[in-house]
């Protein structure tokens, strides 16, 4: 971690019933500085992006959310259900803070979020069908037992 980028964490950081929180920005989003200062700050700002992300929203939610709720121009003309919009307040403090701490544009940002969403979806649509492989192929051996 450079010292511009703990520096920078340290003047943000706000004691809170003993526990040490790191405001990202404006809006007041908060995480857990001993999350930020075992990050690997080495690592890319987008991949250091798709970590924060993790800790400020579950994966279920980052499935189920796109950073503006709104269908994909690609999929207009299949009927798929619309998924929700990830907290812009909290977005922005990310946009923010990632600027400030390996200088990404708002753009490298946003198609950071973009694509981690588009993954936990994928991941989840995997494990569901995976389930359900799982559970098909269960009742199968029970029937084939049975008779």
């Known amino acids: ?37 075992n990050m690997n700050w080495s690592i890319s700002g987008p991949a250091i992006t798709r970590k924060i992300l993790v800790l400020l929203f579950s994966r279920e ?6 950073l503006f709720g709104k269908p994909s121009p690609a999929f207009m003309s299949i009927n798929k259900p619309i998924k929700g919009q ?8 990310l946009i923010e803070f990632m600027a400030l701490t390996k200088d990404m544009s708002s753009r490298e940002v946003r198609n950071a979020i973009t694509t981690k969403c588009a993954d936990e979806f994928k991941m ?3 494990r569901v069908e995976g389930r359900q492989e799982n559970n098909f ?11």
Do not use: Y
């Open 86 to 93: 990830l907290d812009p307040l909290i977005v922005g403090d």
């Open 1 to 37: 971690m450079s010292c511009a980028i703990k520096q920078l964490i340290d003047e943000n950081t706000v004691t809170e019933c003993g526990f040490e929180w790191v405001v990202l920005g404006q809006n007041g989003t908060r995480i857990m500085k001993d999350a930020l200062f």
């Open 124 to 126: 989840l649509r995997q």
């Open 61 to 66: 939610v980052l499935s189920i959310h796109t």
């Open 137 to 147: 192929g269960k009742g199968i051996a029970k029937l084939e037992t049975t008779n």
